[in-house]
């Protein structure tokens, strides 16, 4: 079993930046990737990011070049910073950890979401 605690979330102006924290206990050492997911009132739950145990990474196109994933294994924490933000970011944002690279898009648990809101 594993626990996931997302935070960070909040409000703020298109152009701002979030700094989103997920801090992660349990069984930590069967699960080597870590990933962010955001659903939008009304939209379907998409992919954000990943990041491996090796700091292999992934981000969707529509955040590439503003949003930077990465981790402190010593505190078992994964973070998204998100810059240059837009109102199309608005969403709850969801920490995940799954088995496998491969399946990145289908992770094994889900933290229970931050909610990021950027106005215009």
């Known amino acids: 079993q594993v626990q996931l605690v997302e935070s960070g979330g909040g409000l703020v102006q298109a152009g701002g930046s979030l700094r989103l924290s997920c801090a992660i206990s349990?069984?930590?050492?069967?699960?080597?990737?870590m990933c962010w997911f955001r659903q939008a009132s009304g939209k379907e739950r998409e992919f954000v990011s990943a990041i491996s145990w090796g700091d292999s990474s992934e981000y969707a196109d529509s955040v590439k070049g503003r949003f930077t994933i990465s981790r402190d294994s010593a505190k078992n924490t994964v973070f998204l910073q998100m810059d240059s933000l837009k109102p199309e970011d608005t969403a709850v944002y969801y920490c995940?950890?799954?088995?496998?690279?491969?399946?990145?898009?289908?992770?094994?648990?889900w933290g229970q979401g931050t909610q990021v809101t950027v106005s215009s």
């Open positions: 349990g069984r930590i050492s069967r699960w080597p990737v």
């Open positions: 995940t950890v799954g088995e496998s690279w491969q399946r990145i898009r289908t992770p094994n648990y």
